[in-house]
């Protein structure tokens, strides 16, 4: 997976998975200073209400 991707995914969608934060939480200590500064967008962004968790069981 490509953080830059997921973040336009996301921002396109306004939705993220819980699957593409835990990705996210596992590689944070490989994140460079921009990979992080999306990471705290995506996080801003959930916080204001623009993005929502989707929290689908699978059928």
Do not use: Y
């Not at 593409?20 to 967008?41: C, G, Y």
């Amino acid at each position: 997976m490509n953080l830059g991707l997921l973040f336009l995914k996301v921002n396109t969608t306004g939705v993220i998975t819980l699957s593409e934060l835990d990705w996210i939480t596992n590689h944070q200590s490989n994140f460079a200073r921009l990979d992080m500064a999306l990471v705290l967008k995506i996080g801003r962004l959930m916080d204001e209400g623009k993005i929502e968790l989707d929290c689908r069981l699978p059928a």
